[in-house]
């Protein structure tokens, strides 16, 4: 009679063993990976919208050169019928994360809460928080922008809704409308701050993940 080689129990168990190591080591990775590739995904759609949405106001109202804001109340006026909207929170709080950090690892404003801006959820479940720029309370340099430049609004955006980091520079950016050149992506002049050997909030480092199609420092 032949004798049938097989696997005996210890074999099998130090196999097993070995395969849920391997997969406690790459499997985080993989995540992390996928993670990542979904946000810089989410973040360059953002910014096709939120340009297509400019150009479509443009061709209603003329160049944004002309575009005189007062509060965030005519930036929805312009803005929110041209996304696709599923909750609408106006000023009050519920369409924006609560407690998001900064990439430094400090605590980023209370966007959420803050009465000054109007909060939304679009279909795809990404967040908007807008807020008019009109009274000179926002500042170009603070978002990596030509300090030179005039702005007329801002959007911070959380690329992927609720669902965790709720980090800037890792899926809650900036842009900012610009009175002379449109929407520009936080970071357009300047990156400074991109980096976890030197990072700043984060909310500047979308330009550099848009030109790099990658987080580079996460």
């Known amino acids: 009679m032949t004798k049938k080689a097989g696997f005996t129990l210890a074999e099998t168990l130090i196999t097993l063993m070995i395969i849920g190591v391997i997969a406690s080591m790459t499997i985080p990775s993989l995540m992390y990976n996928a993670r990542n590739r979904d946000n810089v995904g989410r973040l360059k759609k953002m910014s096709g919208v939120l340009s297509t949405a400019t150009g479509l106001i443009q061709v209603e109202e003329g160049p944004v050169d002309g575009w005189e804001w007062a509060s965030e109340k005519d930036i929805i006026a312009l803005y929110k019928p041209k996304f696709k909207v599923m909750q609408d929170c106006g000023t009050a709080a519920g369409c924006f994360p609560e407690n998001p950090k ?24 990404s967040m908007l928080a807008l807020k008019s720029c009109a009274n000179g309370g926002c500042q170009p340099a603070d978002y990596g922008l030509d300090p030179a430049s005039t ?34 992506a936080g970071g357009s002049y300047s990156t400074q701050g991109c980096s976890l050997s030197n990072p700043s909030n984060g909310l500047n480092c979308a330009a550099l993940v848009i030109k790099e199609d990658k987080i580079s420092y996460w």
């Open 102 to 125: 900064a990439l430094d690892g400090s605590d980023l404003p209370d966007y959420n809460s803050d009465a000054s801006y109007h909060k939304i959820i679009l279909s795809d479940g």
């Open 151 to 184: 702005l007329l609004g801002g959007f911070i955006v959380d690329v992927n809704g609720l669902r965790e980091p709720n980090e800037g520079g890792k899926d809650i950016f900036y842009f900012g409308l610009v009175k002379d050149k449109g929407v520009q």
